[in-house]
């Protein structure tokens, strides 16, 4: 059974930017949440996709989106990259959208710095 | 909505001595509540869960945590501290059966010392 992976680890933009980030969720899984964890604190949701909608958001601006696919990876995409963007990016999959009492399982997180 | 307060950012223990991590939450409707670990460079690790049922909850590397409603407390406990525990430690809270929007505390980053 393969965990949750991302890509990349590290990725370092310029103020204003455009980034993708990407997750493969665990075998199985048809639901993916993002978090953005800056440094010192914990994790906060951005947003979860469930077979292939967006399925809850956080208090997060239109400039991040995302994106499920068919095989139930996803991709976050960030527009108009600011300083404060830079942050360790979670991707956590699991199964029903949510709901019932299914785990969370995360994968390493990508490290983006913005400068 | 939702929310986590985790008392002390940073706890300092001597290997052997109890581990005492403290949280609490605000929740509207019914809890479900996490302790998660976090070691430098990776992404978090369930250490345990609460959903309905008994309030003391085991975890996994020898972590318990109890539900005390009447607190709004889930604190987690370890009677003997390893090297091996240094690490930050989430405590989270999300609505009984509906986890799409998971609240995370601070954390508190456990320093073993020999």
């Known amino acids: 059974e393969t965990g949750v992976t991302q890509s990349p680890t590290h990725l370092i933009k310029t103020r204003g930017q455009q980034v993708t980030l990407r997750c493969s969720s665990q075998?199985?899984?048809?639901?993916v949440s993002w978090y953005q964890q800056a440094l010192g604190q914990g994790p906060q949701f951005i947003f979860q996709?469930?077979?292939?909608?967006?399925?809850g958001r956080g208090n997060f601006p239109p400039r991040f989106s995302g994106l499920q696919f068919p095989n139930y990876s996803s991709e976050l995409n960030v527009n108009a990259l600011e300083l404060d963007d830079s942050a360790l990016y979670l991707c956590?999959?699991?199964?029903?959208?949510?709901?019932?009492?299914?785990?969370?399982?995360f994968g390493p997180g990508t490290r983006l710095t913005v400068t | 909505a939702q929310s986590v307060t985790q008392l002390g950012s940073h706890v300092s223990v001597s290997e052997g001595a109890l581990v005492l991590l403290r949280c609490n939450y605000s929740?509207?409707?019914?809890?479900?509540l996490f302790w998660y670990v976090q070691y430098p460079n990776q992404g978090l690790q369930l250490l345990l869960k609460?959903?309905?049922?008994?309030?003391l909850v085991k975890g996994i590397n020898g972590f318990e945590a109890e539900f005390k409603k009447s607190e709004t407390s889930f604190h987690l406990t370890k009677p003997s501290a390893h090297m091996s525990d240094a690490a930050e430690y989430f405590c989270?809270?999300?609505?009984?059966?509906?986890?799409?929007?998971?609240?995370f505390g601070a954390g508190t980053r456990l320093t073993v010392k020999p």
């Open positions: 956590a999959s699991s199964l029903g959208g949510g709901r019932g009492s299914y785990e969370q399982y």
């Open positions: 075998s199985g899984h048809n639901t």
């Open positions: 996709y469930y077979r292939e909608e967006e399925n």
């Open positions: 929740s509207s409707v019914p809890p479900y």
């Open positions: 609460y959903t309905t049922g008994a309030t």
């Open positions: 989270a809270v999300s609505a009984l059966y509906n986890n799409n929007d998971m609240r």
